[in-house]
Each structure stands twice: as structure tokens, then as C-alpha cells.
């Protein structure tokens, strides 16, 4: 009996230690089948883009040099040759006959335009002088005549003399009846007259003051025209003495010019004339510390140029300072003039072995979607032109802000959103973690981080990576931390 109880204690605990390996075994299978994830949490900090962009090294300026007239050249240096002030750049020998003709055409060029010098400068005297003389037409006033006020003024008269003798007449026709020597008829037909004439007397003097009123209307019209033909007047002159200062000017501008004309063309004949005195050979120095940037290929020495035919191109010294035009995504941007505080810019030349070289973009425009800028920078390296260089802009975001890896930022048709995991303590497991979502928005992109902005702030870890996809809600495996 006592052995049999020893046995079952046995199994008893043979049976619960197998209950619980196959527990702790069956919890790390399931670990094991769900994703595995790295956390991190936001950092303060900007975002930054890097962008590469080939292109190939130039001067600041440059000179491009043509030829005066056609012959037969000879260089006198290559491309690549450095050249100073004085340094011959290449010699043109001219055909004689051409050379001749071209002395006779700028012959004649300049007798034209000695012609043309006269005619405008006796123009300008002429306009000078009308100007001077130039007064404002005489003005004469239209007031009109005073009206004839004599026929008003006699009937006035002679109504006042009848209107006297007809209240003479109507007092002793009223005496008489009174005293009944006549009818009380003769007294009402003096009476009537005598009215009759006042009547006469009063249409009269308002017949008389409505000529004078005409009158004065008539005055004041005539006076309103004046002014305004006096204003026309002025007018007109201000305008023709402005028109004839303004031919003077252009009189003055075209005798400028042909004074420019006239010491260009005696230069060219005296250049001429030095050329034929040398058999028609022109050599051509330099004015410049630069470097033969080009010559057309094809064009040797001994060749036969015609007339206005570029046949070098210099590239100008500046402190040793040299440009390359590169293009970039239209994403960088275009910053008004002057350094951008929020770029750093580095230049490489493999071929001449420089590397990090430090420079500025000098400035940007649009072209076809991307932008097109004009790097500046300094070397002391042997420069010739046209070597291939690499340039690298950093772009940092001017903005300090959350910071999270572009790889724990995710996307869907509302937007941007983040996962975080949060835990729950198991009694038998530890902690278990599960994924919540958080939607936030991006301030700025850049290569390897972006700037966010949540609300609220983001407390929990934040999903970075994962061995596989994970869904909202589900559990995930916590593997690491950045």
C-alpha cells in the first residue's frame, strides 16, 4: 500500500511538471507565430533630404571671341592654356582684296554717317531756335455788342408825357361831373385811357429788362467760350512746345549715336590701314586672366574662317572660383537670393581627386519640372573646364520638431498614422503587448526621418519595424528597441 501511494505521488508530479512544460512550450510556439516588432520612441530633431546631381565645371563668365573679318588663322594657344592680359590668342591673316574692299565700304559707311551728322545737327539747331520763338496764338475776346436800348428809352418818353396829360385830363372830366357839366361816360373813358397808358408804360420797361437779361446771357456764354478756347489754346501750346522739346532730345540721342558710329568706323579704317600696312595681318591678344575654355571643333590653325566666326571661348578667373549648373528634383525647392542657411553643399571632381569641396547655390529657375541651379565654388585645384562633378545638397528642414523614421510612418486613404503597443500584465505569460493606431500629420519629409505633429502626444513605444505585417488589436512580439 505504502509503495502504490509512493507511485501515484510519483506520476502526480511527473503529470503536473509535463502540464507545465507543455504550458510554457505551447506559449512559446504561439510567441513565435506572431510579429516580431522594434520600438522607439519620438526624438526632437530636423528633418534632412540628401540629393546628388552630375554636372560639369565652369567659369563664373566667360568671353566668347569671334572674328572682325574672314582670312586665315593661326592659334597661338589650346584649349586648357591659362592666359593673362596681353597673351597672344590667335593671328588672322585676310585675303588683300577683301581687305581692300573692306576698306572701301567703311570709307563710304562713314562718309554716310558724317552726312547724317550734319542733317541732325542742323535739325536740332532749327528746333532749338522755333522753340525759342515759340508764343501762344494772340487771344481776342468775343464779348458781345451792348443792346440798342434808344427805342425803349423814346417810348418811355412819350408814354410818360401822355400819362401826364391823361391824369390832367381825367381830374377835370371828374371835376366837371361833379359839377354836372358832363356825363359820368366822359369820366370812364378818361379814366380807361389813363390806365391803358400805364399798361403800355409797364410792358414797355418789362420788354426792356428782358433785352437787357438776354443781353447779360448772351455776355456770360460768350465769356464761357472764351475761357474755353483760351484753355484750348494753352493747351495746344504746352502740347506743341513739349512735342518740339521732346524732337529736340531725339535729335541729340541720333547725334550721340552717330558720333559713336563716326569713332568706331575712323577706328575700324585706322585698324585697317595698320592691317594693310602688315600685309593684312591681325593678331588678337587677351585682356583677360582666364582659361582657354573651347575652340569649335574641327577649327586647327591654318584653316580659313569666315567673317563674325566665334572661333574661342574663354572662361574668366574670379579668385579662383568656379561654377557647375546641375539639375535637381523640383522637391528641393528655390530659395529667394543670397545663402540658404538650411543647405549644406558639398562638390566632388574625381578626376582631379578633390572631394568635400564646400560651395552655395548662387541661384535656381524651373525647368521641365525640376530646378535648375548654378552651384558656386573655390579651388585652388588646376582647373581647365568641363570636368565632372558630383554634387551633394543636404537639405534640413527649417523647422525643429518631433522626429520619428520614415519607417514607422504609415499611410492609407485618410492619411498618416502611426502603431503603438501598449501591455497588459498575464499572470502565467508576463506581459502581453497588443497595437493601437494613432493617426498624426507629417510637417516635413526627409530621407531617413520626417517631422509629425500628434495630438495627444505620443507616451507609448511606436512600432518601427516588423518581421511581418501587423493588424490593429493584435498581439505583437516585442524583439528590440532603437
Request: avoid cysteine; charge should be negative.
Amino acid at each position: 500500500m505504502t509503495l502504490n501511494k509512493s507511485i501515484i505521488r510519483k506520476l502526480a508530479v511527473l503529470l503536473v511538471g509535463v502540464l507545465i512544460f507543455l504550458t510554457f512550450f505551447s506559449n512559446t510556439l504561439y510567441s513565435l507565430n506572431i510579429p516580431g516588432v522594434v520600438v522607439g520612441l519620438p526624438a526632437t530633431g530636423v528633418a534632412a533630404r540628401t540629393f546628388r546631381a552630375e554636372g560639369f565645371v565652369d567659369f563664373p563668365s566667360g568671353v566668347s571671341l569671334h572674328t572682325d573679318n574672314a582670312g586665315r588663322i593661326n592659334f597661338a594657344v589650346g584649349r586648357g592654356d591659362a592666359v593673362s592680359p596681353g597673351d597672344v590668342l590667335f593671328t588672322l591673316h585676310e585675303d588683300p582684296e577683301l581687305l581692300l574692299e573692306r576698306l572701301i565700304a567703311e570709307q563710304g559707311r562713314l562718309e554716310r554717317i558724317l552726312v547724317n551728322l550734319s542733317r541732325a545737327t542742323s535739325d536740332l539747331a532749327f528746333e532749338e531756335n522755333r522753340l525759342l520763338r515759340m508764343t501762344q496764338a494772340d487771344f481776342r475776346p468775343t464779348t458781345p455788342l451792348p443792346p440798342d436800348l434808344t427805342r425803349f428809352d423814346n417810348e418811355e418818353r412819350r408814354l410818360d408825357t401822355e400819362i401826364e396829360r391823361a391824369e390832367e385830363s381825367y381830374a377835370v372830366n371828374r371835376a366837371l361831373y361833379e359839377a354836372g357839366a358832363v356825363p359820368r361816360v366822359t369820366v370812364t373813358q378818361a379814366a380807361e385811357r389813363l390806365d391803358g397808358l400805364r399798361v403800355s408804360l409797364q410792358v414797355n420797361n418789362e420788354d426792356r429788362a428782358r433785352v437787357v437779361q438776354e443781353h447779360e446771357r448772351a455776355v456770360n456764354q460768350a465769356e464761357e467760350t472764351d475761357r474755353l478756347t483760351q484753355e484750348q489754346q494753352q493747351r495746344a501750346f504746352n502740347e506743341e512746345q513739349q512735342a518740339s522739346r521732346h524732337r529736340i532730345d531725339g535729335f541729340r540721342n541720333t547725334i550721340l549715336l552717330l558720333e559713336m558710329d563716326e569713332q568706331y568706323v575712323t577706328n575700324t579704317l585706322d585698324r585697317l590701314y595698320a592691317q594693310a600696312e602688315a600685309g593684312g595681318l591681325t593678331t588678337v591678344y587677351t585682356q583677360y586672366y582666364g582659361v582657354v575654355r573651347e575652340i569649335p571643333a574641327g577649327l586647327e590653325s591654318g584653316a580659313n574662317v569666315e567673317r563674325n566666326r566665334q572661333v574661342m571661348r574663354l572662361g574668366l578667373l574670379q579668385e579662383d572660383s568656379y561654377t557647375v549648373t546641375v539639375h535637381f528634383p523640383d522637391s528641393i525647392g528655390r530659395p529667394p537670393d543670397g545663402a540658404d542657411s538650411t543647405r549644406s553643399v558639398r562638390i566632388n571632381i574625381p578626376g582631379l581627386d578633390e572631394y568635400g569641396l564646400r560651395g552655395s547655390i548662387l541661384r535656381t529657375s524651373a525647368a521641365s519640372g525640376r530646378t535648375l541651379a548654378e552651384v558656386q565654388f573655390s579651388t585652388t585645384a588646376n582647373i581647365t573646364g568641363g570636368e565632372r562633378a558630383v554634387v551633394i545638397v543636404e537639405h534640413f528642414s527649417e523647422i525643429s520638431g518631433t522626429m520619428l523614421p520614415n519607417s514607422a510612418i504609415r499611410r492609407d486613404l485618410q492619411g498618416y498614422y502611426i502603431l503603438l503597443i501598449e501591455g497588459e500584465r498575464n499572470t502565467l505569460m508576463g506581459y502581453s503587448f497588443y497595437v493601437r493606431q494613432q493617426r498624426i500629420l507629417v510637417e516635413e519629409h526627409g530621407d531617413r526621418n520626417s517631422a509629425i505633429w500628434a495630438f495627444p502626444e505620443i507616451e507609448l513605444p511606436v512600432i518601427v519595424f516588423s518581421d511581418r505585417p501587423v493588424e490593429v488589436g493584435r498581439r505583437v512580439r516585442l524583439v528590440g528597441d532603437v
